[in-house]
C-alpha cells in the first residue's frame, strides 16, 4: 500500500478544489488524503452541490498518481465506499456509476476529477452522511445517512479511517476483479426504468444492460441509446 499524507481541515471551500490548488505541493509517492469538518461550496457530479454541515457527514478527497482508465477509478471508488459502508452495517446498493443508496436515500457521491496541468494526477472526492438526523432541506431527492440507517452514531474519523484502507485495496485489485465486482453491483438496475438526463435532456428511460467497462444502454422514446456519462435520478 502508498504510505498516505493527511491534511485535516475546520472549513474549506470544498476539499477537491483544495486539492486542486495544492496539487504541485503533493508527494506523488503517496495517497494525500484531505478532509474538511465542514465545506461552505461542497460539489457533487454534473455541477450539483453536495450539501456540506459542520461536523456531521465526511467530505474527503483522495489525490494520488494515477495513469489508468477514469472510469475503472470510479468503480473502484465505488467499491471502496460500498464495502466501508458495508463494515457499519449499512446494506446499499450502487447505482450507476458510483453514487450509493438504499431505500431510504442517498448516502454517499463520488466526484473524481483530473488536473489537467499536472498529468497523471487524479482527485477523488467521497462524501458520506454519516451523523446527519434529518435530510437537509431543499433537496430534490432523498437523502440518508449511517446514523439514520443504524441508530448508531459512529465516528466520522473511524469512517475516514476504513474508506482509506478499503480504497488502498480496490487500487490494488486487478482491473478484471474490479469491474466484475462492480457489474454485479449494479446489475439491480437492469430493466429497470428511470429517469435519466442525457444532454440536458430528461427521459424515462428502460435500462437493458450495463456493461463491466461502465456502459450503459438503455431505451427511451427516442429510441435505444449506449452512454458512459448521464444523470439517473
Known amino acids: 500500500m502508498l504510505p498516505t499524507t493527511c491534511i485535516s481541515l475546520k472549513s474549506i471551500d470544498s476539499t477537491n478544489s483544495f486539492a486542486r490548488r495544492n496539487l504541485r505541493e503533493f508527494d506523488p509517492t503517496h495517497i494525500t488524503i484531505i478532509s474538511a469538518d465542514e465545506q461552505t461550496q461542497g460539489k457533487g457530479r454534473n455541477t450539483n452541490k453536495w450539501s456540506s454541515p459542520l461536523g456531521e457527514n465526511l467530505y474527503a478527497t483522495f489525490a494520488f498518481a494515477y495513469q489508468n482508465s477514469p472510469f475503472l477509478l470510479a468503480q473502484i471508488a465505488a467499491l471502496a465506499t460500498f464495502d466501508t459502508l458495508n463494515s457499519f452495517g449499512v446494506k446499499t446498493r450502487i447505482k450507476w456509476p458510483n453514487d450509493l443508496i438504499t431505500d431510504k436515500g442517498k448516502l454517499s457521491g463520488v466526484l473524481i476529477e483530473y488536473a489537467q496541468e499536472e ?115
Open 119 to 233: 498529468i497523471g494526477w487524479a482527485i477523488v472526492g467521497i462524501g458520506i452522511n454519516v451523523l446527519m438526523k434529518s435530510a437537509p432541506k431543499g433537496l430534490t431527492r432523498a437523502a440518508s445517512s449511517i446514523y439514520l440507517e443504524t441508530h448508531q452514531e459512529v465516528a466520522v474519523a473511524k469512517v475516514l479511517e476504513k474508506l482509506s484502507l478499503e480504497l488502498q485495496k480496490q487500487l490494488q485489485e486487478s482491473s478484471i476483479h474490479i469491474q466484475t465486482q462492480w457489474q454485479n453491483q449494479v446489475i439491480w438496475m437492469v430493466g429497470n426504468r428511470f429517469p435519466i438526463k442525457i444532454d440536458g435532456t430528461v427521459e424515462e428511460a428502460l435500462i437493458e444492460s450495463i456493461s463491466p467497462e461502465g456502459f450503459l444502454t438503455c431505451r427511451t422514446a427516442s429510441g435505444k441509446k449506449t452512454i458512459s456519462s448521464a444523470e439517473i435520478f
